[in-house]
């Protein structure tokens, strides 16, 4: 019994790693998304711009979310997902962040595919960094920080094959009492 759940579970896992997977949009060349922030260091309580530029014109509009910071729009403030349009290829929106740390601001087209992700160090008053104007911003690589979808599939293939094979051998146990 053993050997059929392992073997399931082999299957199940290069389904799920090796084959087809949903549809996500795929950048090459130029097209690459580049996420940036107007000033990568910012002191506690300043602002700095995080943009996503070179967007196709499949992507209309943008969201934001960040680890602990606040993004605004104008009046709206929130430490949620902030949506903002894409306007000739890129979109912005602002982030704050009032204690010292660091921080995170991540960007995905409508459908929750990534585009990219800036990092943001804040420092405290007073230790000489510069505020939330001027800076150059060049996109940062991802760093990791997420778990892939192919291994979050993995886990709930491996559980429905649990539950499988313990339905199975619950149903074979009751029909062999039974005779």
Known sequence: MFKKIFTAAAVAGLLVLGGGSAAHAVYSGDDVPVTSASA????????TVVTVSNLGPEIT???FTANGGALSSIVLASVGPVVKPVSNGSASVTFTATAPGN???WAADASGNPLGSVAITV???GS???G???GTGGGLPATGNELPAAAL????GALGIGGIAIAAG???????TSN
């Open 40 to 47: 990568p260091t910012i002191t506690a309580g300043n602002s």
């Open 61 to 63: 509009s943008v969201s």
């Open 103 to 105: 921080y995170t601001v």
């Open 123 to 125: 420092v405290a008053a």
């Open 128 to 130: 000489g960094a510069g």
């Open 132 to 134: 939330g104007t001027g």
């Open 153 to 156: 599939w993995l886990g709930v």
């Open 170 to 176: 619950v149903a074979r146990r009751r029909a062999h």
